[in-house]
């Protein structure tokens, strides 16, 4: 049996032997811990879920060519990453002796560099659109998620047409958004189920004690720091810790929400898996639409690809498609290549098409099920 899902993130738990990682699994620092194209073998898994990977990137065998890219170079990622992880200690080890609180002495040189270094990489590429998410470690998921606000965020003020200076200051509010849960008990940020009203209620005010710790040690300019404090403040009131609306919310802060949702509700953790990136835009537009300033909404969705290159759907004919490439101005009709029938059979010889010059053809739902193995010969002349 071959799973067929294009190159997409698995559940560890689902991870066969004989799938073919599509994706490096990094470890905290940037070292290898499996590199792309290793075979996956039982052996394997353990010290995954050891290292508390949640999830990896596999390829599908009938599409091996098609490899979804990130918005950012694996150089600019692992710098924002590196520098972030260090102020972070830094600042932890102050936490950690009541005495230094909020008088540490950081350099804040490198990260703001670093952070510079994304502003210019994604000034180059106007049109990118999000395919790919990072995995994480569940120790570093705070980290992560952070270092991907930052990216989400930039993007969007890039598509908002903020000048260099503005989405400098808006990445580095951005990626210290949560950093006053430096100072919230590891118990707390780290618990699996739902927190007591007291334990969320200690949880908020991380919101607070980021803008204190910002504002006091002088790391960065006030409107970054009003990022910490307003990124849980909601469009039409009911928010924290202030209960602002509207305008009266800062715009990075405005734009850090959006960010900070999506990728809560995508990414994957030890204890669930992340949820599809349709489901999650759908999500922010119905469910959660009055959290979010809509003219921001608006112009945030479509950088993210719904149906990720990689991604395997079936589309209304019933046949089956891997996505080969999503374009901006109309990220919900990708162009596919048709790989498998209505009735599951390989084709041939698969061709592609672009949906959005195929109106009568379009995505029904993401395709996720396991097929028979296709014939060798088919495999081979796919790639």
Request: aromatic share 6%; charged share 25%; with cysteine.
């Amino acid at each position: 049996m071959l799973v067929v899902t294009g190159v997409y993130r698995v559940p560890i738990s689902e991870v066969r032997s004989g799938m073919r990682l599509g994706k490096s699994v990094r470890m905290p620092g940037g070292r290898i811990l499996l590199q792309a194209g290793t075979e996956l073998k039982a052996a394997y898994l353990e010290p995954l879920k050891r290292h508390g990977i949640a999830a990896v990137y596999v390829i599908n065998e009938l599409a091996p060519d098609v490899e979804p890219a990130d918005v950012v170079s694996d150089e600019v990622r692992s710098g924002l990453s590196t520098d972030f992880r260090q102020l972070l200690s830094q600042l932890s080890d102050a936490f950690a002796d009541a005495s230094k609180r909020y008088r540490a002495q950081i350099n804040i040189g490198p990260l703001k560099q670093a952070v510079a270094n994304l502003v210019d990489e994604l000034l180059v590429d106007r049109n990118a659109v999000v395919n790919l998410q990072d995995i994480r470690t569940a120790d570093e998921y705070t980290l992560g998620h952070s270092v991907n606000v930052c990216i989400l965020s930039v993007l969007l003020g890039t598509a908002l047409d903020y000048n260099v200076g503005e989405l400098r200051d808006l990445g580095l509010g951005a990626l210290m958004h949560d950093i006053g849960k430096v100072a919230i008990p590891p118990e707390i940020l780290r618990k699996p189920g739902v927190l007591t009203p007291e334990e969320f209620a200690l949880m908020k005010t991380h919101t607070t004690l980021g803008a204190q710790i910002l504002r006091d040690q002088g790391f960065v300019s006030y409107t970054a720091a009003s990022v910490a404090l307003q990124h849980h403040e909601r469009w039409e009131g009911g928010g924290y810790p202030l209960g602002l609306s509207g305008d009266q919310i800062f715009k990075f802060s405005r734009i850090c929400a959006i960010a900070d949702c999506y990728d809560a509700l995508t990414a994957d953790r030890v204890y669930r898996k992340g949820m599809p990136p349709a489901r999650a835009r759908q999500l922010l537009v119905e469910e959660m639409r009055h959290f979010f300033d809509p003219e921001m909404l608006g112009t945030f969705l479509p950088l993210t690809a719904p149906y990720p290159v990689g991604s395997m759907v079936e589309l209304t004919d019933g046949q089956v498609a891997v996505v080969v490439a999503v374009e901006r101005r109309n990220v919900e009709c990708p162009r596919v290549r048709v790989i498998l029938g209505a009735d599951r059979a390989g084709l041939a010889e698969p061709y592609e098409i672009d949906l959005a010059l195929h109106s009568a053809t379009e995505i029904a739902r993401p395709f996720q099920e396991i097929v028979p193995e296709l014939p060798p010969d088919l495999l081979a002349a796919d790639g």
